[in-house]
């Protein structure tokens, strides 16, 4: 499973209570520009989703991924190429883990957000939230421990 051909990996990263995001940055050429995004991004070489989202999240914001508990993984279409797949990660870190995040050299600036406030809003990109309400319906309940 791991190993089949995908796209990228993007993951739901609770902190605590709170599901960091973060603004994209203002650019003509890039898609979903100045919306707000879950960490992770594209496939480089023969990664697995599993480390194609390790280093996405070591680069975007300093965490290590054997810091935090994988809650679900979901495979799927590419909301921008249906014969592109791609990975969707739900992690749970503890609230400490905020004071070791490190912003890096993409996007305009990260925040921590309730899941409702993820959901409602318009400004984070519609496939994401998508994507949050299916494991928040199926699964929610593995995150209260």
């Not at 902190?15 to 995001?21: A, C, K, P």
């Not at 594209?42 to 991924?65: I, K, N, V, Y």
């Not at 993984?73 to 400490?96: C, G, N, T």
């Amino acid at each position: 499973m791991d190993n089949d051909a995908f796209d990228g990996a993007k993951a739901a990263v609770f902190i605590g209570e709170r599901l960091l995001v973060y603004q994209r940055d203002r650019r003509a050429d890039l898609r979903w520009s100045e919306m707000w995004d879950f960490p992770g991004g594209g496939r480089e070489g023969p990664e697995s989703p599993t480390q194609t989202l390790a280093r996405e999240l070591d680069e975007e914001f300093g965490l290590d991924l054997a810091a935090g508990k994988e809650l679900w993984r979901h495979e799927q279409a590419a909301d921008f190429d249906p014969a592109l797949r791609v990975w969707f990660f739900v992690l749970q870190f503890p609230q400490a883990a905020r004071n070791s995040l490190r912003f890096g050299a993409e996007g305009q600036r990260w925040d921590l957000w309730p899941v409702r406030r993820v959901l409602a809003s318009a400004e984070v990109i519609p496939s994401l939230r998508q994507r949050l309400a299916l494991w928040q319906t199926r699964f929610e309940s593995q995150r209260l421990d």
